[in-house]
């Protein structure tokens, strides 16, 4: 069956403290993962997709990369704006959301 | 440009009411998706249109009637609700029917009384 694991369920960092969200998958022929920032009562932010494993995106501070198993967003020099949850969804034969990860910087 | 745009923001109905909420895009985006959203959950898909025909129906109560007048406008008509659809509701757009990034609106945050 497939399925998508986020990690962890919420992050509280510093300014500046540098970290890494984690969506791992199980999925039988992945056709994308996307990755979104939700503010909360709004929409989903589109950030990335990635197709195939060993593919890296960035933008300003986030960079996503893909593994055959599971994607990190890594999160350099964090700052208050950076607070959000962002989501995780991978497509197979069903697009599939992960829960979220709940991130807050403290200033 | 990849603006999706809801109306209205917020909604408040009773269960005898009957309401709609309205999303527009011009991407040129051939598909387009309403989803239902509760509080700490992800969004959970309702239906999906491609080039303008109901494609995906996931077993939504009829109470929910979605409605695409052409390729750039979407409909949802509401009516009958219960207080557990409250929900914030998401429209969604992509290039190339379901195989490509979704864009998502600012939604609409539905209050049934």
């Known amino acids: 069956e497939d399925q998508v694991t986020q990690s962890p369920e919420a992050l509280r960092l510093q300014e500046g403290e540098s970290s890494s969200l984690n969506c791992s998958y199980t999925?039988?022929?992945?056709?994308?993962l996307f990755w979104y920032r939700q503010d909360p009562g709004k929409g989903p932010e589109f950030l990335f997709t990635?197709?195939?494993?060993?593919e890296e995106k960035e933008k300003e501070r986030l960079k996503a990369t893909l593994t055959k198993k599971e994607s990190f967003l890594h999160i350099t020099a964090p700052k208050p704006e950076d607070s959000a949850t962002y989501l995780c969804?991978?497509?197979?034969?069903?697009?599939?959301w992960g829960l979220g990860t709940s991130l807050a910087v403290n200033p | 440009d990849t603006e999706v745009t809801q109306t209205p923001k917020h909604l408040v109905m009773g269960m005898t009411n009957k309401k709609s909420l309205k999303c527009e895009q011009h991407?040129?985006?051939?598909?387009m998706y309403w989803y239902k959203q509760k509080a700490k959950k992800p969004p959970e898909l309702m239906f999906v249109?491609?080039?303008?025909?109901?494609?995906i129906n996931e077993s939504v109560p009829s109470r929910f009637s979605p409605e695409c007048p052409n390729s750039s406008l979407l409909n949802l008509h509401l009516h009958a609700l219960q207080p557990e659809d409250s929900a914030l509701y998401l429209c969604?757009?992509?290039?190339?029917?379901?195989?490509?990034?979704?864009?998502f609106g600012p939604g609409t945050r539905l209050t049934v009384l």
């Open positions: 991407m040129g985006h051939r598909a």
């Open positions: 249109y491609s080039y303008e025909k109901l494609s």
């Open positions: 999925v039988s022929g992945l056709r994308g």
């Open positions: 990635l197709y195939s494993a060993g």
């Open positions: 969604a757009s992509s290039q190339l029917g379901s195989l490509d990034t979704q864009y």
């Open positions: 969804a991978v497509r197979g034969r069903k697009l599939i």
